[in-house]
Every structure is written in structure tokens, then in C-alpha cells.
């Protein structure tokens, strides 16, 4: 199939159906394979056993990001090419996106705790993404506030593009400024500090939460067409009456 | 540091994921359900988008609709 024909949300609603449950079997084999790896991990020399919450945490900061990243692609498809798919993707990712920053907000506070002795420290990386958690609930609110989804999309784009600036501040905050977050240590000039027996369960846990993340997505996206539908239904059944 | 030290973080921080995760799932789940509910409920109602409309029931409205005006047309 053309990757054009995929722009027919009834197309795009055929191929969801027939992917969302293989994907979702996939990503569970994935997920049990990487808890695995990482419960038989060693623990950090330093760290000792608290190391474990890091294969929850980089993941869903990550993928935080990326879904902040995937919306704003989706915001210029929305303004640029007006693609009918587009605000679709970008009001489908943004509950996603926001559970998964909470999820990175929660797991580094309890990391945080006994390495740190504090769950919390206004450092720039912390705070850079308690912003982008502030930014996804902002613009889930927006596209709850306006009820015609276009316009909804237009203005929830504007937002989305204005706190793309957050994303390279989340990853040069540990650069840019001295923070108790501890700096790169995974994608650095250099190679990777960490050994690769906690490395290799690292990357399979951040493999099955970016294959959940867009089966959540798929399934979030084909909710958000038949939600259209609907309203489309319900205004065709009102113009009947009036 | 043994392995149980800061265990309790470390279940927390786990059970947190399983949480906010099945939450989200859960949330996917039930407001697809409901769509999917409220369509049919449209459909039962006769309440059909025009694209959804298949060829087959446009011809026999057509034909009916034909067919009334023939009637009307003798009478």
C-alpha cells in the first residue's frame, strides 16, 4: 500500500485494526524478554540494586520527548499540508506523550530520593521537563476548550510548535548549566559510560516501550477518527431535525 | 549496597509504571469502546454518513423514489 493511501482515515482505520492486536502481542513478548534482562542485571557499583528504576525512567523520558517531537511534525503537517491525518496524530500523542513524562517525573523523583537524598531539585533538567509535562496538559486542555477540530488543530499546532524550544533544553540543560542530574551517559561523543550488561536490557526495555507507545498510539489515533464520525453523525442528525 | 537495599523505591518507581500505564491503556480501551457503542447506536437510528451509504441502497431509494413518481404520474 502507498504511503499516500494511509492520508484516507479509512484506509489508515483498515490497516490500525489489522496491526493494533500484532503489534500489542509483539510488544508484551518484548516487554517480558527486557524485564527479564533487566531483573537479572547486575547491580551499578555504585548505585547498588536502585539502578533498576533507570530501565523504567530512560524510556519513558525518551519517549516523553519523542512524543512532544512526533506532535510537532504532526503541527506542521496540520499548518503546512493541511494533511487530514495530521492533527489526528497530534491530539492522539499528546495523553501518550503526557503519561509517559509523568512516568519519567515519578520514577526520577524515586531515584532521586536515595541517591540523591531529595525527590526533588529545581536543576535545569528536572525542570525543563516538569515544563513539558506543564506544556502536554496545556495542550490537552486546548484541544478540550475549542469544540470545532480544525480550529482546535490550528491553535493547538501554534502551541505545540512554540514548546518544541523545550526539547533541546531537556537535552542540553546537563550541558548548559550545573545540574544534580547526572549528564549524558547513554548517546555521548565518545560512546556510552554504562557497561554493556546493564546497556543491552537498557535498549530492550526503551525497544518495548516505544513499540507500546505506538500501539497506544495506533489504537488512541483510529479512537480519535471514530470520535469524528461520530460528531459528524450527531450534526448530520441535528440538521434532520432543524 | 545489597541487592534489597532501596527496595521499596524500587517497587514503588515499578509499581508506578504498571499504574500510569494501565491507566492509559484502560482509558484507550473504554473510550474506544464507547465510540464504537455510540456508532452503533447512530446506525440503529438510520443516522449514516453519506459516503458510508453503499451503491446498492442508493439504487433501490432511486428506484423506489422512480417508481412512487410513475404511480403519481397514472394516478
Known amino acids: 500500500m502507498p504511503l499516500i493511501d494511509l492520508a484516507n482515515p479509512t484506509r489508515f482505520l483498515r490497516l490500525a485494526n489489522q496491526t493494533i492486536p500484532w503489534l500489542g502481542g509483539v510488544t508484551l513478548i518484548v516487554f517480558a524478554f527486557g524485564i527479564d534482562q533487566a531483573m537479572i542485571a547486575p547491580d551499578d557499583y ?45 491530539k492522539a500523542a499528546a495523553p501518550i506523550g503526557a503519561a509517559f513524562t509523568l512516568l519519567c517525573l515519578v520514577t526520577g523523583s524515586l531515584w532521586g530520593r536515595p541517591e540523591w537524598g531529595t525527590y526533588w531539585v529545581w536543576d535545569a533538567r ?20 475549542v469544540d470545532d477540530p480544525s480550529r482546535a488543530a490550528r491553535a493547538a499546532a501554534i502551541l505545540t510548535l512554540v514548546g518544541a524550544v523545550d526539547l533541546p533544553i531537556i537535552k542540553f540543560s546537563v550541558d548548559w548549566w550545573n545540574t544534580l542530574h547526572q549528564g549524558a551517559s547513554v548517546f555521548r561523543l565518545g560512546g556510552s559510560t554504562i557497561y554493556p550488561t546493564i546497556l543491552i536490557p537498557l535498549f530492550i526495555m526503551a525497544v518495548a516501550f516505544t513499540l507500546l507507545f505506538a500501539t497506544l498510539l495506533l489504537a488512541a489515533m483510529r479512537n480519535e477518527i471514530l470520535r469524528r464520525r461520530v460528531r459528524t453523525l450527531h450534526l448530520m442528525q441535528a440538521n434532520a431535525v432543524n | 549496597m545489597g541487592a534489597t537495599a532501596h527496595i521499596d523505591f524500587i517497587a514503588a518507581a515499578y509499581a508506578a509504571a504498571v499504574i500510569i500505564i494501565g491507566a492509559l491503556i484502560a482509558w484507550i480501551a473504554v473510550d474506544y469502546r464507547m465510540q464504537i457503542h455510540t456508532l452503533a447506536e447512530l446506525d440503529e437510528q438510520g443516522v449514516a454518513r453519506r459516503s458510508a451509504t453503499s451503491r446498492t441502497e442508493r439504487a433501490i431509494e432511486q428506484a423506489k423514489a422512480a417508481a412512487d413518481a410513475k404511480a403519481k404520474g397514472r394516478a
Open chain 1, 46 to 90: 555504585q548505585q547498588g540494586a536502585t539502578v533498576k528504576i533507570m530501565f523504567i525512567h530512560v524510556p519513558s523520558a525518551w519517549l516523553g520527548m519523542l512524543g512532544w517531537g512526533l506532535m510537532s511534525a504532526a503541527a506542521l503537517g496540520t499548518l503546512v499540508w493541511r494533511h487530514p491525518l495530521a492533527d489526528v496524530t497530534a
Open chain 1, 126 to 145: 528536572l525542570t525543563s521537563e516538569l515544563i513539558l509535562f506543564l506544556l502536554y496538559l496545556g495542550v490537552i486542555a486546548l484541544w478540550r476548550t
